[in-house]
């Protein structure tokens, strides 16, 4: 029988565990399958064409944009499916023969062959091979265009959860002068949708600017909870596409899908999303030598006496308690785990100032309404959101996550949609749901009394730190050893000479922080520090007094009966090598300059007498 203990082994990082990709949907709705983006990139003669002699192409960013997908999924998520299409060329290369379309690679998962193929693309070599392997065209019809992107997810043998399409070009109205190919393209793409394949515009910068509801508008994709009036400004730097693409390819999968209960008879369906997850150092994958593919471990259960096979129904769990070993069957287990029903339920709301920072305990999770389970869900989620800005105040209720978890205190606390200045979403409209505290989790820390600052050495503090103040952003710092790690991995795939070193930006930047506080340091060490002070000089060591400094001996005051006790009681080890050293000057002894060794000497002496 297996014991209690092993049963909970694993119930302390519940959150943690939960936040893998096999636990990212609780109750009945679960992600099964592979991701699957194609990149679609107008390759007409405009893409290849800057307004600026520094700037890069359109066609040059889409290709670094893709590159930075393949490689960060090649860390993340290597089962997803990616792949490049070429449209408005030359040469034609497509399963349909459809002309002026070329796709440079298949739905495939990213590896390091793929990336270097799209290198090839880059700077102005890039365009020079473009124009000498593919050429460029003009006589395309985006209704084929769509169609060969279908084939392609059509052509997957596995089974997929999500199929996107990313289209990248400069073009805003590409069948201006041809009524009947952009009425064909709407059809396309609406037929798109209704299968379940998604269209993103990653639409860049041109002379005039990017109209979108010339075409794009009907042809375009909008999830539910995205607003249709609200679309992206034209990205003309590299920074803001990546940011743009990062927001379109991340996935927004839930946590959970859970009941808020206002009351016994109001109840609404909300979803839980994770929004920090700590990164960590992928675990090694133990391969088979012979085949180089992943070896799977299997574990079972066999009887200690008859060495046979047990079933799952053949173990019971027991608990020692009182002296006995109290046997539960697996039903009784699990119905002892089950609290209550899975769900948000509404306590009452407090003030948003009784939320203090003291109350942290872990990363919060953000609630957003599903329609899923209960229809209107998101109007009267609208309406909770908007009275708890308007009155400033948080909602508390008892969070139960899944049935097998104990339940917690939250606090959903309401936030305000942010947009920034390429109309990008910063922060979504929702509730932040922060966990909090029991009264055994606050510790209660023991402050040791020290010298206290006077009111103008405070002020001149309240200075530095006022100068040193930034608008700190939790994306804004990487960890230099990760970043490091991945690009050695990334180096030894690509065969690079050597890998790039990643910037630490953890490290404080010295000069302007310098530059920013001027002569505030000197000023805030004149009224702290004692005039002579130099922190980087040595210690100098306080002289003792005349009768110590005669000699360098230390003087000790052990009699014979002393030492003799310690011998008899075998504590003589707890002595000092000094003192011992000074034993067996006294007795004239000679020992060595190891303590073992003095000891032996002293023992050997004293049993002797």
Not at 74 to 84: F, P, Q
């Amino acid at each position: 029988m297996s014991g209690w203990e092993s049963y909970y082994k694993n119930q302390g990082d519940e959150e943690e565990e939960e936040q893998e990709e096999g636990l990212e949907a609780g109750g009945d709705y679960s992600y099964s399958g592979r991701d699957s983006l194609i990149f679609l990139v107008d390759a007409s003669r405009a893409m290849f064409e800057s307004q600026d002699e520094d700037e890069l192409t359109p066609f040059d960013m889409s290709i670094q944009c893709i590159r930075s997908v393949y490689t960060n999924k090649i860390i993340s998520s290597d089962r997803d499916l990616l792949a490049v299409v070429f449209y408005g060329t030359k040469k034609d290369k497509n399963s349909v023969n459809f002309k002026n379309i070329y796709v440079l690679q298949e739905l495939d998962n990213p590896g390091a062959k793929r990336v270097q193929e799209l290198d090839k693309f880059k700077g102005q070599e890039g365009k020079k091979y473009f124009q000498d392997q593919i050429g460029h065209g003009s006589d395309y019809s985006l209704s084929e265009v769509l169609w060969v992107c279908a084939n392609l997810f059509s052509d997957v043998q596995f089974k997929m959860s999500h199929k996107r399409i990313m289209l990248f070009t400069n073009e805003d109205d590409p069948h201006g002068d041809d009524s009947a190919k952009a009425s064909r393209a709407r059809t396309k793409a609406g037929d798109l949708r209704d299968t379940g394949i998604f269209l993103d515009l990653m639409h860049l910068k041109k002379r005039g600017g990017f109209d979108i509801s010339l075409f794009y508008r009907d042809i375009i994709s909008v999830a539910e909870d995205e607003d249709i009036g609200i679309h992206f400004e034209e990205s003309s730097k590299l920074e803001n596409l990546l940011r743009k693409v990062r927001a379109k390819e991340t996935r927004k999968r839930v946590l959970y899908r859970l009941k808020l209960k206002l009351n016994k008879d109001v109840a609404l369906t909300v979803g839980i999303y994770n929004m920090v997850q700590k990164a960590y150092r992928p675990s090694p994958v133990r391969l088979y030598r012979e085949t180089n593919e992943p070896v799977k471990t299997k574990t079972r259960t066999f009887n200690v006496n008859t060495g046979s096979l047990l079933l799952p129904s053949d173990t019971k769990r027991s608990q020692i308690y009182g002296c006995r070993q109290i046997v539960l069957e697996k039903e009784e287990t699990e119905e002892l785990k089950r609290f209550d029903d899975p769900g948000l339920i509404l306590i009452g709301f407090k003030p948003l100032m009784m939320l203090k920072k003291h109350h942290y305990l872990r990363p919060s999770l953000f609630v957003y309404p599903e329609e899923s389970l209960i229809n209107g869900s998101s109007a009267l989620f609208s309406v909770l959101l908007t009275k708890c800005l308007e009155k400033e105040v948080m909602a508390v209720c008892r969070y139960t996550p899944r049935q097998n978890i104990p339940p917690c205190f939250v606090a959903l606390v309401p936030q305000e949609e942010e947009l920034d200045d390429q109309k990008i979403q910063v922060a979504p409209p929702g509730f932040q749901l922060f966990f909090l505290p029991y009264a055994d989790d606050k510790r209660k820390v023991p402050f040791t009394e020290k010298v206290m600052a006077n009111p103008e050495q405070v002020d001149k503090m309240k200075a530095i730190v006022q100068k040193l103040r930034f608008k700190y952003r939790c994306d804004g710092f990487e960890n230099p050893v990760l970043q490091q790690h991945f690009r050695n991995m990334e180096a030894l795939a690509l065969d690079l000479m050597e890998p790039e070193q990643a910037v630490d930006l953890t490290l404080p930047k010295t000069e302007v922080m310098d530059k920013r506080l001027g002569s505030l340091v000197d000023e805030f060490k004149e009224l702290v520090y004692p005039p002579d002070y130099n922190p980087e000089g040595k210690v100098t060591k306080r002289k003792q007094d005349d009768e110590s400094s005669g000699s360098k001996r230390p003087k000790v005051e052990l009699s014979e009966e002393e030492l003799k006790a310690h011998v008899s009681k075998g504590t003589l080890g707890k002595l000092t090598v000094p003192a011992l050293k000074e034993a067996c000057r006294m007795y004239g002894l000679k020992g060595g300059l190891k303590k073992q060794e003095l000891l032996d000497v002293l023992t050997k002496h004293f049993q002797k007498a």
